[in-house]
């Protein structure tokens, strides 16, 4: 029990109260028949010894019990001492201790960790808050879950809320959105950060703050009332729509689609032989539901056909230091077929688009690699030619393994469009120790193909690609060729017979055109780290 609770059983009220209902314990014990004042007396005492310590808990401490007698969980203590958030983020690995936060508590959970029955899970947390966990995993939330964590009390946290973080006015990141602290950073200015792989492997649409981001350029600021989407036809601009009428002038389509930057796992490729570009890990990759107007439809109403263009380009409101847009495009083509379901998105999980993912506009072309699907749109122009943006005409092309910087001609090379397969291992982590209690190893991870090609199996291995087992699917049944979201995989892979020590995972996908995925990177390395669809290995030790 904590300190608090015995502090309370101190009370000189309370002992009393139990004593009363000791005695006619005493009497009940010691009587043939049952004493009927006794039972009462008893009744009276135990209650009355309820409230004592419920009320001495409230009012001494100033805070809530439950009907243990508990105080909730999180409520400050005032005799206990206070934590900055900065003391607390130091304490992040069994070394330093780990510490984690709730509402107002600090807790040392570090004795705790071994027995968490989600598993290393809850080190996403630590020198941090729960809470952006517990809003995902409902099992939390239950009084005894709680009084568990009270046990772990050591403090409160310090909570500053005059405090404001200053804004530097040359500065145009300083005033970015404020994003969850659990995603993995790889880059603070532009931001640019990683799902943890856990919630990835454990969410098949992946909540908003959980969701990657990829910027290029500082966030832009949006005056809704005064935002306006023109459409161009060459340099004639032929509609302008407000977001209101982007709304109501369209129908609403919704479609469940996978959005993975063409960098994914570029850290790996980098092990091979150096590359140029942010250092991704696994899961610069999501998915989610998007909401808005069908690209054609808003097209075709502003007489656009592929008899005017070939390409159409999009521009975001997102600029450079020189005053450059961010910029891409897609083929006219796929921009107007039907079964392509590319969208002019304003929802995002059924909630206005964050503002790290492109509000209030962004478009969603399915199947194709993050870099096309500009954000913050405010322009589209039906062209005979690609995007005039860097990003399009000097970056996300992909070069032969031989090709180095010197030689490097990216005007002769094709702007990538749709993705290769791609799978990889969320659970377990890289250097993660396993029992061998069970026998067995739990993975799961996610897999996925551009181009709307499904994934058809999963194959994984236990020794390093020498044996494989088929991994249980979880996937949107999608009709051929549209399978836009990505598929959850699944599977308990038996530990090889007395195996200790070093024990390397493997796994590697099959889409619906029997694509498969490289062994190595070193037939597909690259001077920009792209399109790494490698079999993903991860190495545990075995215990």
């Not at 949006?222 to 982007?246: A, H, M, T």
């Not at 263009?309 to 495009?329: K, M, R, W």
């Not at 200790?500 to 780290?529: F, M, Y």
Request: aromatic residues 10%; neutral net charge; proline residues 6%.
């Amino acid at each position: 029990m904590a300190l608090y609770a015995k502090t309370i059983r101190l009370s000189s009220v309370l002992p009393y109260c139990l004593r009363f209902s000791s005695r006619n314990i005493h009497n009940i014990k010691h009587t043939p028949r049952i004493n009927v004042r006794s039972v009462l007396k008893l009744c009276c005492g135990g209650f009355a010894g309820y409230y004592v310590y419920k009320s001495i808990a409230k009012y001494s401490f100033g805070v809530n019990v439950n009907a243990k007698g508990v105080p909730a969980a999180g409520e400050r203590l005032s005799h206990l001492p206070f934590y900055s958030e900065d003391e607390v983020s130091k304490h992040n690995s069994k070394a330093t201790r780990i510490w984690v936060t709730f509402h107002e508590g600090v807790y040392d959970i570090t004795d705790f960790v071994e027995s968490h029955p989600g598993g290393n899970k809850i080190l996403l947390a630590a020198g941090a808050s729960l809470e952006p966990y517990w809003a995902l995993y409902a099992v939390h939330k239950r009084d005894e879950v709680f009084e568990i964590l009270e046990q772990y009390r050591i403090g409160n946290l310090t909570i500053d809320h005059t405090k404001k973080k200053a804004v530097d006015p040359s500065d145009p990141f300083a005033d970015e959105p404020k994003r969850n602290p659990a995603l993995r950073v790889t880059s603070a200015k532009p931001f640019n950060a990683e799902t943890p792989p856990e919630i990835a492997a454990d969410h098949f649409i992946t909540p908003n703050e959980f969701f990657f981001v990829r910027n290029h350029l500082p966030v832009p600021k949006v005056d809704i009332s005064k935002y306006r989407l023109d459409i161009y036809i060459g340099e004639d601009k032929v509609k302008s729509l407000s977001f209101d009428e982007i709304k109501s002038k369209f129908a609403k389509r919704t479609l469940t689609a996978a959005v993975q930057c063409s960098g994914n796992r570029r850290s790996e490729m980098s092990t091979y032989k150096e590359v140029k570009g942010l250092s991704w890990s696994i899961t610069a990759i999501s998915n989610a539901q998007w909401s808005g107007a069908s690209l054609r439809e808003v097209l075709t109403e502003a007489g656009i056909n592929e008899s005017q263009s070939v390409h159409i380009q999009f521009e975001g409101l997102d600029t450079d230091p020189t005053g450059a847009h961010y910029g891409a495009s897609i083929p006219t083509e796929r921009a107007l077929d039907a079964k392509s379901d590319v969208l002019l998105a304003y929802e995002m999980n059924g909630e206005p688009l964050p503002l790290d993912h492109g509000f209030p506009v962004r478009v969603i072309v399915p199947g194709v690699i993050g870099a096309r699907q500009v954000k913050w749109l405010q322009k589209i122009v039906a062209s005979r030619n690609e995007s005039p943006s860097h990003w399009q005409q000097n970056d996300y092309k992909v070069v032969s393994p031989s090709t180095e910087w010197a030689t490097a001609d990216f005007s002769k090379i094709p702007a990538v469009q749709e993705a290769p397969v791609q799978s990889a291992i969320c659970v377990p982590r890289p250097g993660e120790e396993i029992s061998n209690d069970d026998g067995q190893v739990t993975m799961k991870g996610y897999a996925w193909s551009g181009g709307g090609r499904a994934i058809i199996r999963v194959d994984v291995s236990p020794d390093g690609g020498n044996t494989w087992i088929e991994a249980d699917l979880q996937k949107e049944e999608r009709p051929l060729n549209r399978a836009w979201a990505w598929t959850l995989w699944s599977v308990n892979v038996p530990i090889p017979k007395d195996h200790q020590g070093k024990l390397t995972l493997v796994c590697k996908a099959v889409d619906s055109s029997h694509n498969g995925q490289p062994e190595g990177v070193n037939g597909i390395w690259n001077l920009r780290g792209l399109l790494n669809n490698s079999w993903h290995k991860v190495d545990v030790t075995v215990q």
